[in-house]
Nanobody
Framework: QVQLVESGGGLVQAGGSLRLSCAAS????????MGWFRQAPGKEREFVSS????????FYTTSVKGRFTISRDNAKNTVYLQMNSLKPEDTAVYYC????????????????????WGQGTQVTVSS
C-alpha cells in the first residue's frame, strides 16, 4: 500500500510559478512510475505529466510542455512538478498518482490506470 500526499498548491497570478510536491510512503518508491493529473471544475481529470521509475524518461501533455517540469528524488520518496508561466487555464485540483512497474525502469504512463492517488492540491491562477 502506498499513500501519496500532495502539497505546494495555492493562488498565484498569471505568469507566476508554483512547485508541487508529492510525498510517498513505503520502501519501494523507486519501482513506481509517477504521474500528475489535474481536474478543473466541470471537466474530466486529465493527464499532465509522467516520469519513469528511474527518472530517465518524462512526458508532458502538449498544453504544459516547456512550462512544467516533472522530477523525482527516489531517496526522499518524492515527486515534484515545477510549474512556470502559469495561465488561468491551469487552474485545477492537481493529483499525483503512482503505478507499480517492477523491472520496467523506463516506462511512463499517460492513461489514468494508476494504482494509487493522492488527495489533490488546489492550484488557482488569477488573470
Amino acid at each position: 500500500q502506498v499513500q501519496l500526499v500532495e502539497s505546494g498548491g495555492g493562488l498565484v497570478q498569471a505568469g507566476g510559478s508554483l512547485r508541487l510536491s508529492c510525498a510517498a510512503s513505503g520502501r519501494t518508491f523507486s519501482s513506481y512510475v509517477m504521474g500528475w493529473f489535474r481536474q478543473a471544475p466541470g471537466k474530466e481529470r486529465e493527464f499532465v505529466s509522467s516520469i519513469s521509475s528511474n527518472g530517465g524518461n518524462t512526458f508532458y501533455t502538449t498544453s504544459v510542455k516547456g512550462r512544467f517540469t516533472i522530477s523525482r528524488d527516489n531517496a526522499k520518496n518524492t515527486v515534484y512538478l515545477q510549474m512556470n508561466s502559469l495561465k488561468p487555464e491551469d487552474t485545477a485540483v492537481y493529483y499525483c498518482a503512482a503505478k507499480r512497474v517492477p523491472g520496467l525502469d523506463s516506462v511512463i504512463y499517460i492513461h489514468p490506470s494508476y494504482d494509487y492517488w493522492g488527495q489533490g492540491t488546489q492550484v488557482t491562477v488569477s488573470s
